[in-house]
């Protein structure tokens, strides 16, 4: 019965609609995938155990009474933006927003992290994966953001659907297109990934 008692709780908490006043300084959003080619790519070869959907990870800043986002997108690249422009942009063509938080018992200096991340704004958009200083793609971003205080691990990248053999064809033709070879097994991370984290916690959606 106490079990039952828990997962009911736990189940309501996860489902539950977050407002602004309830989020905090390095909550992590994640998005779930999109009607765009290169978001389903993501999303088709990052499945894990956990069956999440998404294809964008952003950090979120407090400041004052202000919500800011700190995210990399091919759109702009590594950038601030207010909370409600953020929200405005994914929900266009109905992308669900969740809302993870690092557990009390290993969470970082946020206000390092956040100055982290302001040190990577500016940069161009990462369509190569390859991990580099000069670009960042949005796991890449906000796997830097945190390295200080190591909450996320890199991973050999793979472009295969879970099960399969053959590259998945989006990525043949993406990096066809990028003239280049596909960085399988290279180091990477990826937002399915992350918010399969034990370091995480969902706390509900926007």
């Not at 994640?30 to 009607?35: A, E, H, L, R, T």
């Not at 919500?67 to 266009?92: D, T, Y």
């Not at 990477?188 to 969902?202: D, R, T, Y």
């Amino acid at each position: 019965m106490k079990n039952l008692l828990i997962f009911s709780f736990l189940l309501i908490i996860s489902c539950q609609t977050i407002n602004s006043p309830d989020l905090k300084n390095g909550d992590l959003l994640f998005v779930g995938n999109s009607s765009g080619n290169l978001s389903k790519a993501i999303d088709e070869v990052t499945q894990t155990d956990k069956q999440t959907n998404f294809s964008h990870i952003a950090l979120l800043e407090k400041s004052g009474k202000d919500f800011w986002v700190l995210h990399a997108a091919p759109e702009n690249g590594s950038e601030r933006i207010p909370l409600k422009e953020f929200i405005q942009n994914q929900k266009k063509d109905g992308s669900q927003i969740e809302v993870f938080r690092i557990k009390p018992q290993y969470q970082p200096d946020f206000d390092t992290a956040i100055e982290t991340a302001k040190t990577m704004l500016g940069k161009p958009y990462n369509f190569s994966y390859v991990l580099s200083d000069t670009a960042y793609y949005c796991s890449d971003f906000v796997y830097h953001s945190f390295a200080k205080d190591s909450i996320f691990e890199m991973n050999p990248m793979t472009f295969k659907n879970p099960g399969e053999t053959e590259f998945n064809p989006g990525w043949v033709k993406f990096y066809e297109n990028l003239g280049m070879e596909i960085p399988e097994g290279q180091p990477g991370c990826n937002p399915n990934g992350m918010a399969a984290s034990e370091k995480l916690i969902k706390i509900g959606d926007l």
